[in-house]
């Protein structure tokens, strides 16, 4: 079975500066997605950035950016000069087939 | 505003009860998905629909059905309703059914079985 860990259940980090949140995952596929979303207290799943299994460069979308590790199956998103409006549960993702895999989530406290 | 849309907001319902649950995909979309959120089991894929057959199936109840109609609406049905079938339950679709399609989430249907 596909697994998705988050060991980190909370994280904090002060307004401006960066944070990284940990996910592993394990997989028998070859060929796999990997995501971040963002639930913010309104509940809405929000995709933050996604990464292709295929592809070695690491995916950046503006202050997000991830490091995928493919042989350690680890896949880490990070935040730079965090804001207010980030603080969130952010949940890794991975694909089995075409359903999502989450893991247990990470939830994100920005302090001012 | 991703474009799916999830009706009713809320449910609250006792035990043992039948409810229904309401998806319309983005314009275009072929595929819907239905995820389960609970504080128990955390996010779980419940079932997927393509163009109206059905997919592929996760840890989906025998007691939770699903389909998606001709006009690409799908409902999920919940019946003999247990209080641990409260949760939040997301709705998601994505033009094809292929995992590098991108899955749009709706706001979900929050349902409360007392």
Same mark, same amino acid.
């Given at each position: 079975? @596909? ?7 909370? /994280? ?9 949140l ?18 913010p207290p309104?509940r809405q /799943?929000?995709?933050?950035i ?18 995928f ?18 603080a969130? /549960?952010?949940f ?20 001012p | ?7 009713p ?7 043992? @009860?039948?409810?229904?649950?309401r ?17 128990d ?9 393509y ?6 199936k996760?840890?989906?109840l ?14 999920l ?21 292929q ?16």
């Amino acid at each position: 079975a @596909q697994t998705v860990t988050q060991s980190q259940p909370e /994280m904090s980090v002060q307004e401006a500066e960066t944070v990284t949140l940990s996910c592993t995952y394990d997989t028998s596929e070859s060929d796999y997605y990997l995501f971040w979303y963002k639930q913010p207290p309104s509940r809405q /799943m929000i995709l933050v950035i996604r990464q292709e299994a295929y592809k070695q460069q690491n995916a950046t979308e503006n202050r997000f950016s991830v490091n995928f590790q493919k042989a350690a199956k680890s896949f880490s998103l990070k935040i730079s000069d965090s804001q207010l409006g980030d603080a969130a /549960m952010y949940f890794c993702a991975q694909t089995s087939g075409s359903r999502l895999t989450f893991g247990e989530g990470t939830q994100l406290t920005v302090n001012p | 505003d991703s474009g799916v849309t999830q009706t009713p907001k809320h449910l609250i319902t006792a035990t043992g @009860q039948r409810v229904t649950l309401r998806c319309s995909p983005r314009s275009g979309d072929l595929s819907v998905y239905w995820y389960q959120q609970s504080l128990d089991q955390g996010l779980q894929f419940l079932i997927q629909y393509y163009n109206g057959e059905e997919r592929a199936k996760g840890n989906i109840l025998e007691r939770f059905s699903a389909q998606q109609f001709p006009d690409l609406h799908s409902e999920l049905n919940l019946s003999s309703l247990e209080l641990g079938d409260s949760a939040l339950y997301f709705c998601a679709s994505s033009v094809g059914g292929q995992p590098y399609n991108e899955q749009f989430f709706g706001p979900g249907t929050r349902l409360t079985v007392l």
